[in-house]
């Protein structure tokens, strides 16, 4: 079946060091977005993307930045990391405009902790 | 006023109950409607869709959608303590393109 792959789960990581969250799917989605949530808290978009070589920062203010270099992979990256960075992060696709299902599919989401 | 409101929880219903979970938009043009349920430290998983006026239904889950209220609405019938967990409402809005913007969730607790 086709899906949504985010990796690493967990992170624990120190202050100052540079990371990259991985984010693949499968499903041949042109649209995927990543977002923040803070337990208990609601969801905040980052970054999104319609497409290969195509970025947009979301409502979210965020220091991180992201990539589309190919179709399936739409990865995050932080260059140096800082404690306020902690939280999760959930990557989603959609296949909106090319007839298909209409709402997000999420990843699994990696948990962040900077120490 | 936020674009997509949740009715403030904590909501507790007694197994077997119906559950009611209310969401309003302010944006009169939006088209597409979507509930999400998010387990404790899960993802959000994509539980209805729905589109035009009126309900939609899947099992015990009853999607209602009046645009002319501006409102979407979540039914859970014979609720069940496995349906306990935080209940997202999103919504497309007109000229969002493909963006769902998320209420904040409203979370809903099945006592046995």
């Known amino acids: 079946e086709a899906d949504i792959y985010q990796t690493p789960r967990y992170l624990v990581i120190g202050t100052g060091k540079k990371i990259t969250l991985e984010c693949s799917q499968t499903?041949?989605?042109?649209?995927m977005y990543w977002y923040q949530q803070d337990p208990g808290m609601e969801l905040h978009l980052i970054h999104y993307?319609?497409?290969?070589?195509s970025t947009e920062k979301g409502d979210l203010s965020s220091e991180s930045t992201v990539s589309r270099i190919r179709t399936e992979h739409f990865p995050l990256t932080l260059e140096s990391a800082r404690p306020s960075h902690t939280s999760q992060y959930l990557c989603?696709?959609?296949?909106w405009g090319a007839g298909g299902e209409d709402g997000y599919t999420f990843g699994s989401g990696t948990r962040l902790t900077v120490v | 006023q936020k674009e997509v409101e949740q009715n403030s929880g904590p909501l507790s219903v007694p197994e077997g109950a119906i559950a009611s979970l209310n969401c309003t938009y302010s944006?009169?043009?939006?088209?597409?409607f979507f509930w999400y349920r998010q387990y404790s430290g899960k993802s959000p998983e994509l539980i209805m869709s729905?589109?035009?006026?009126g309900d939609k239904e899947d099992g015990r889950f009853t999607a209602q959608l009046n645009k002319a209220s501006q409102y979407v609405s979540l039914l859970i019938r014979d609720s069940q303590p496995s349906d306990s967990a935080t209940y997202l409402c999103?919504?497309?809005?007109?000229?969002?393109?493909?963006?769902?913007?998320f209420g904040k969730g409203i979370t809903l607790s099945v006592r046995p």
């Open positions: 729905i589109y035009s006026n």
């Open positions: 989603a696709s959609s296949d």
């Open positions: 499903m041949g989605h042109d649209k």
């Open positions: 944006d009169r043009g939006s088209q597409s």
């Open positions: 999103a919504v497309r809005m007109a000229g969002a393109n493909s963006k769902l913007t």
């Open positions: 993307s319609y497409g290969v070589n």
